[in-house]
């Protein structure tokens, strides 16, 4: 059941720079795909990179998805609710769900935030408690303390009301390929997704049914404002 790969996780987490322990990881892993009777993939990229070891009838693509939104439904006076607890009136409100690691591009996400007018808004949901001290001192420095929203991490049950409650929803990745998961969550909440024109998102998401700017602040700046409207 793979729904990575060990080398590029090493890359994203910026677990180790040596070439003899990339080299054992990627050996490990080309082992355990070769020695098994079938791999289960999650996105389009491992499936390519699967059947680049082993034969693809040996590889099958089972999109990771899991969705309570068909259980949960949030009462539109609880979302307003929500909004009136945590941001001004006529706020333009974004809202990105997911970890603080670093590709995942929450410096890129805050400077484009500092680029836009003072009526957008930002509530951020996940990460632990010194990522979030550490990125509000970046948001302080960008002057824009006062309108990044922390929640830190909240229950599963609960991202329905967040999604509800936003304008846009983000995802400002820097790297990676592997689908993310709240993708699917981010699309059939119906609210505009804006997310970085890279594998991980474009395997997915495309300009019909996205904002899909390049992981540059100004860029993702302008995708924000078009998603926002007139």
Known sequence: ??????????????????????????????????????VIVICKTLQAYAT???????????????????????????????RREWVPRNTCLSVYTGTLETYQGIPLLLEALSLLPSHHHLLVAGGREEQIQAFQKEADRLQIGDRVHWLGQVAQDRIPLLLQAADMLVSPRSRGT???????????????????HLLT?????????SFLPD????????????????
Do not use: C
């Open 1 to 38: 059941d793979m729904h990575s790969s060990l080398v590029q996780q090493m890359d994203n987490f910026a677990w180790s720079g040596s070439r003899i322990i990339r080299s054992l990881f990627s050996f490990l892993e080309r082992r355990a795909l070769r020695s098994a009777r079938s």
């Open 52 to 82: 680049g070891i082993i034969p693809p009838e040996r590889v099958t693509l089972i999109e990771n998805f899991v969705d309570l939104s068909d259980e949960i439904h949030p009462e539109p006076q609880a979302v307003e609710a929500f």
């Open 178 to 196: 592997n689908i993310l998961l709240k993708i699917y969550q981010y699309l059939k909440s119906g609210k505009p997704v804006v997310a970085t």
């Open 201 to 209: 998102h474009t395997q997915t998401l495309t300009p019909d049914i």
């Open 215 to 230: 992981p540059e602040p100004r860029a993702f700046a302008r995708a924000m404002e078009q998603a926002a409207g007139p």
